[in-house]
């Protein structure tokens, strides 16, 4: 209740005396989790999903909000476990496949893998957010020409995407640079 009214201090205090009388109950540390991302308090977050994963390790969503937690708290590494976890519990998660696909980009890791992980989220989902991810990885790849065609994809499905029209601009411009 003190959640949906707003009123995260009174509601994180009462998760944690909750936890403390019984700390078997996962959803007080799901519940705990999320009053802790609203608040920016990371390291509280990540104590409260990893304990959460403890109780469900074979959920790849609790993975997923894991590893997006780490990436909030700059903890990269961590976040690469995390979702690779995910992967490897889900092989037909298309989230868990883009969420690490985009990690391994943006820290310019394992790019062949990293293309690897976007192409199969495109194939299991082929959504504007899945081929924009694609493209950043052929992008920070340096190939420009498939970068190009994937958000050209991204922009067949969400047309009045800003964000994909300036990506396909620096896209373009790379390419140009590139001759």
Known sequence: IYMQQDKLDLAKSHLLKAIQIDPTISNLYKDLGEVSIIQRD?????????????????STQEWLRLGVIY??????????????????????????????ARLC???????????????QATILDP?????????????KSKFYPKAEDAIRKALKIDPDNQNYKDQLVEIQRAIDAAR
């Open 71 to 100: 990436i909030n708290a700059e903890q990269f590494d961590n976040a690469f476990d995390a979702f690779q976890r995910a992967v490897d519990l889900d092989e037909n998660s298309a989230r868990a496949h883009n969420h690490l």
């Open 42 to 58: 990371f390291d509280n977050a990540i104590m409260a999903y990893q304990k959460l994963v403890e109780f469900h390790p074979n």
């Open 105 to 119: 980009a943006g820290l310019g890791i394992k790019l062949n893998y990293a293309i690897e992980l976007a192409e």
């Open 127 to 139: 959504t504007a957010q899945h081929f924009d991810t694609l493209a950043y990885t052929y992008y």
